[in-house]
């Protein structure tokens, strides 16, 4: 069987490394083009581009595959084509390529979570099991029939890294055990219920303000989804704080957005809108990560203060 691969971030890497190692044909590679990232704005290629060059697989990298990518797509006749987090819409010109159609490796249980970041929500939303799903790809955005699924709990102290981690690996072994049953012809096929659906729009750099106004439990679940990007924050009168990591704090109360405490002993705790939150692991701007209170060593905060009018 003769695979066209098409994918990006880190979360790609186990299923094209798992289709070489089961011996399928990967005849190219599609992958977003190389583009500036990090601080000193350095271009730099996909970690996928940078697997599929060490493997010899030829890489394609089309702005919008749907236009500048058909016909390199056609000219490589492949069998079947294998997504997973490519971050392209894919025209129907381009699902009537493959013979046998387009299987995609998406990091929810669908219906749920549909939308380009499943990870990031499934922890926002509270979930207590999330998974992967594989799927033949239709015009729509996740809406196509589902093949199989695999489940994880979603662990207390899981984040969206973490978190994406295991999925990538659950999602390369669910890809192979797909193509195996679609070869035998025993793979199961199931629509989609869309009355149990959720679509989720991008995480952006916003999406990681901290409210207050929220319960602990929400506070402690947006730092964790929020995490490595675009990390939790709370704006201060002087920049932005992050946050790495937060737990909830017994025993103490006030008004949302209220320090409750500040010292060594404590650490850093801001009520919330049920009760206390402790932020574990903060960074201020230009500074590196570092303990909360390390962090008051050298930046104390008045206790009883709003945490955003605080000046570093």
């Not at 729009?201 to 106004?213: A, N, Q, Y």
Request: glycine share 10%; aromatic share 4%; charged share 25%.
């Amino acid at each position: 069987m003769k695979v066209v691969f098409m994918g990006t971030p880190d979360f790609s890497v186990p299923t094209l490394e798992a289709l070489v190692d089961a011996g399928y044909e990967v005849a190219g590679v599609f992958t977003q083009p190389d583009r500036p990232r990090g601080r000193g704005g350095k271009v730099q290629m996909s970690p996928v581009k940078e697997l599929a060059l060490r493997l010899g697989i030829p890489v394609f990298q089309p702005l919008k595959i749907r236009a500048d990518g058909l016909e390199p797509l056609r000219a490589l006749a492949p069998d079947i084509c294998v997504t997973a987090a490519f971050g392209q819409i894919l025209s129907q010109e381009v699902l009537d390529v493959p013979r046998l159609g387009t299987v995609n490796v998406h990091a929810s249980l669908l219906p749920r979570h549909r939308g380009a970041a499943p990870v990031q929500w499934a922890i926002l939303s509270g979930d207590e099991v999330t998974g992967v799903t594989t799927m033949f790809t239709d015009r729509g955005i996740d809406t196509g029939d589902m093949l199989l699924r695999a489940e994880t709990p979603v662990l207390p102290d899981d984040t969206a890294g973490t978190l994406t981690d295991r999925l990538s690996r659950m999602g390369a072994e669910l890809l192979i055990e797909t193509l195996r049953r679609l070869e035998a012809g025993d793979c199961p096929r199931e629509k989609q219920d869309e009355a149990l659906a959720t679509y989720d729009p991008k995480v952006d750099k916003e999406m990681g303000r901290l409210d207050f106004s929220q319960t602990t439990r929400e506070c402690v679940n947006r730092v964790r989804a929020m995490s490595p990007w675009p990390c939790a924050f709370v704006p201060l009168a002087g920049g932005a704080l992050k946050v790495w990591g937060a737990a909830a704090f017994e025993g103490a109360s006030g008004a949302p957005g209220t320090v409750l405490r500040a010292n060594k002993r404590d650490g850093l705790v801001v009520a919330t809108a049920d009760g206390a939150l402790s932020l574990l692991e903060v960074q201020a701007p230009n500074a590196r990560r570092m303990d909360a209170k390390a962090f008051l060593l050298g930046h104390p905060i008045p206790e009883g203060t709003m945490l955003d009018e605080v000046r570093l």
